[in-house]
């Protein structure tokens, strides 16, 4: 994944897309660059490294030396790009913007060409001169070639998306109409920012939210022709005009920021309680119980529910599994996207999937949830982000209000992904005659009380992390155990650590530690519990003994009405108490501070762990 930007319009161009990529480097961080329409020229920088690299090149290279980026006067337009290596190594060359071999179209993508090796065959024999390995450089090439023949740019951009095949978002910017860009979008993610005088594109509005909250998606396969003063969109295959609905972005910059904090994905920690109870509050109707909107007929005409996802989401849709199972007595299997997709899947009258994305972008997740409506069954999407391209294939949306997650860790979308699926859970048991109404409002007020509750884990939490990361920094595998609802959390707990610590963590039911993994404890390994979320905790501290026997040192996470584990283990951490389906959901904060704690003494950047970006766009 990667993010591009686009801006035209009034403003020193440089600063806006500089500024822009910051906010995006959440989609790749491996090389940035940026191209400038000066009014008479345009003007390249790239750099391989995060964005304090290109800024630096820039300060070198155009500001005489002085290392810091000073804005280059007198740009107009501009485009710019922030990179996660798919096609061709981390260099300087496979850097964007790309351009054609006379320099004057310029270009940007997001997604994969996948048949850019035909593509470039065909340009080389026809004489185009290559300077990158990307799928991306084509693209400029083929606009080069059709500007050849038809003289318009816009025509010119059309006709090469009728030439490719693939995902992508592209913004082109043209030397010789310093006055336009042109984006186009198949299934990648793309919004305008329309302002006064100015226009944005960006894959994501965080890009230009400081600037502007009146935004306009572009409709999947659609070309924009953006100006100083808006934008046009049209489809590609037929060229008609298509009607343009500005949306205004409920969210503000600030969301964005990290503010006070060193980190995103601590601020993030810290953004749950108010996310959570953000989210319960949209899925809240007038009469106070929980409301589905559009998706309400779906789920309750269900006699099974599907859930497929990937990572951390698929971590939330087992957990609401137990939920539907334990409330509403409703059948319901938790699926790997990716697996599932191969899997030949049996679905049947009655069975509705409900695809599960933080990021609405995730490509196997994408690919189930279209595999599920060929299939002729009714799908849910679950998704933080409004208009990303799961809405467009789902029959209903539901959205967590989670707001912009830039963290690459999964955190808030986590737990506000829990508070929709309990938002279900409960809403079709009710309607299931499964709650009385006196079950039904305590469930709700328990429900209600999570915000405060996991506020104040994250006191109680906060020290016992920051000691055991200090202590546990340098140990070479960590285990989780739990049982029922306490093991996605366990589940959970392990990825964050793999994830931005780098160390190697497993999460085992309990009652399956016996059964081998058992064999890899030692007094080396710290051991963590997860108590909660399960009726039969005694089981588990039967399990905790056994990691005892074996000399390992045990952290549990245990409800604050419950002292059994302070017989067993070395550390406890008190959730406050709560309905026992639902402690998990608090328990999961101890385990995110855990990795976050480990990560920052083993020295790493835990908003941008190696090898990893926040959407896997990539089959
Ligand atoms: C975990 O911290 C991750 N960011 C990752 O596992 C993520 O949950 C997964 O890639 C799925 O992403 P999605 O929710 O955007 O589909």
């Not at 593509?119 to 693209?139: H, K, M, N, V, Y």
């Not at 191969?342 to 994305?357: C, H, N, Q, W």
Request: charged share 20%.
């Amino acid at each position: 994944m990667c993010g591009i930007i686009g801006y035209i319009g009034h403003r020193q161009t440089q600063d806006v897309l500089l500024e822009g990529l910051s906010r995006l480097e959440y989609r790749g961080y491996d090389s940035a660059g940026l191209a400038l329409h000066t009014g008479a020229e345009v003007m390249t920088q790239r750099a391989v490294g995060n964005l304090a690299m290109l800024r630096r090149s820039i300060g070198e290279e155009w500001s005489g030396g002085d290392m810091v980026a000073t804005a280059t006067a007198g740009a107009t337009a501009g485009i710019a790009h922030t990179r996660w290596a798919t096609h061709g190594g981390v260099t300087e060359e496979n850097t964007h913007p790309h351009a054609d071999c006379d320099g004057r179209i310029h270009i940007v993508l997001n997604g994969i060409i996948e048949n850019h090796s035909a593509l470039r065959a065909g340009l080389e024999l026809e004489g185009c001169t290559f300077t990158s390995d990307t799928d991306a450089e084509p693209i400029a090439h083929l606009i080069e070639r059709h500007l050849t023949a038809v003289d318009d740019l816009y025509e010119a951009v059309r006709r090469t998306t009728l030439e490719l095949e693939g995902h992508y978002a592209i913004v082109v910017l043209d030397r010789e109409h310093p006055q336009t860009l042109i984006a186009a979008r198949k299934e990648c993610p793309l919004v305008i920012g329309l302002g006064t005088g100015e226009t944005f594109v960006a894959s994501a509005a965080a890009a230009f939210r400081a600037f502007t909250d009146r935004t306009v998606v572009v409709g999947d396969g659609q070309l924009a022709v953006i100006t100083p003063s808006g934008v046009s969109l049209s489809e590609a295959s037929t060229a008609l005009s298509m009607p343009v609905r500005v949306q205004r972005i409920g969210w503000v910059a600030d969301d964005v920021e990290k503010g006070s904090y060193a980190t995103f994905m601590r601020k993030e920690i810290d953004d749950q309680p108010a996310a959570f109870g953000a989210t319960l509050a949209h899925h809240t109707g007038e009469s106070g119980g929980f409301a589905l909107g559009d998706a309400e007929p779906v789920l309750a005409a269900a006699r099974r529910i599907v859930i497929v996802a990937c990572g951390t989401s698929y971590h939330a849709g087992l957990l609401g599994r137990h939920l539907l199972h334990g409330w509403a007595h409703l059948p319901a299997s938790v699926e790997i996207a990716s697996e599932w997709r191969y899997s030949e899947p049996a679905l049947e009258r009655g069975d509705v999937v409900v695809a599960i994305s933080q990021s609405g972008e995730t490509r196997d997740t994408l690919a189930a949830l279209r595999l599920a409506g060929e299939s002729g069954v009714p799908t849910v999407a679950i998704t933080n982000v409004e208009g990303s391209q799961i809405c467009e294939h789902a029959d209903a949306v539901l959205l967590t209000h989670a707001g912009p997650e830039i963290g690459v860790a999964a955190t808030k979308t986590f737990t506000t992904q829990t508070a929709l699926l309990a938002a279900i859970a409960a809403r079709l048991a009710a309607n299931r005659g499964m709650l009385n109404p006196r079950m039904r409002r305590n469930l709700a007020a328990q429900l209600r009380a999570i915000p405060d509750l996991m506020a104040e884990t994250v006191i109680r939490s906060e020290p016992v992390a920051a000691d055991l990361g200090e202590r546990w920094s340098q140990a070479g595998f960590f285990f989780y155990i739990a049982r029922n609802l306490g093991l996605p959390v366990a589940l959970e707990g392990a990825l964050k650590m793999k994830e931005i610590s780098y160390v190697p963590s497993d999460a085992y039911a309990a009652g399956e530690m016996k059964h081998g993994p058992i064999a890899l404890l030692s007094a080396a390994t710290p051991t963590i519990a997860v108590a909660v979320g399960t009726p039969v905790v005694d089981k588990l501290a039967s399990n905790v003994a056994e990691v005892k026997t074996r000399g390992a040192h045990v952290l549990a996470i245990a409800s604050e009405d419950d002292p059994r584990m302070l017989e067993y283990a070395d550390e406890t951490i008190f959730v406050p108490a709560l309905d026992w389906r639902l402690q998990p959901i608090l328990a999961v904060v101890p385990l995110q501070l855990l990795a976050l704690e480990t990560a920052e003494r083993r020295g790493l950047n835990v908003d941008q762990p190696r090898n990893l970006a926040k959407t896997v766009t990539v089959e």
